[in-house]
């Protein structure tokens, strides 16, 4: 079992090495509240319904591991780590959380976006980057 980001709920169409993935694939509560954004900040309509699209989908598709209070004790340390790599935990909110997430239930995270999860003690991240395609 594994966890999507953000990033790797919306990818699923470039992924051509699926052994990137996890077996069986879950996504947070956070990515959850992070997927709405998409749709309200595209500016052209195409934009927008490709966006709903992906947040339609993804609902349907997972359930989402909550924010628990395991989660909730696990986010200090993330912060902290964060903080003694000099990257402000604010605006890096919502990848706190998901490592939190991912910490509190013993997990990987699967991301093409590696960087946004380094050098949190215990968090096991998957760079799912050298399994993607082009872009469509």
Known sequence: MGLLDIGAVLLPGRVVQPEVLPEVGCISAVTIAELPAGPLLADHPDGRARREAHLQQ???????IPLDSAAARA????????????RPVRPHAPDAFIAAVVLANG???????????????????VDIRPGLGPPT
Do not use: C, K
């Open 58 to 64: 993804a609902e349907s598709d997972f359930d989402a």
């Open 107 to 125: 997990m990987p995270v699967h991301t093409a976006n590696p960087g946004d999860f380094a050098g949190i003690p215990g968090l096991e991240v």
């Open 75 to 86: 986010y200090a340390r993330v912060a902290r780590a964060m903080r003694d790599r000099g």
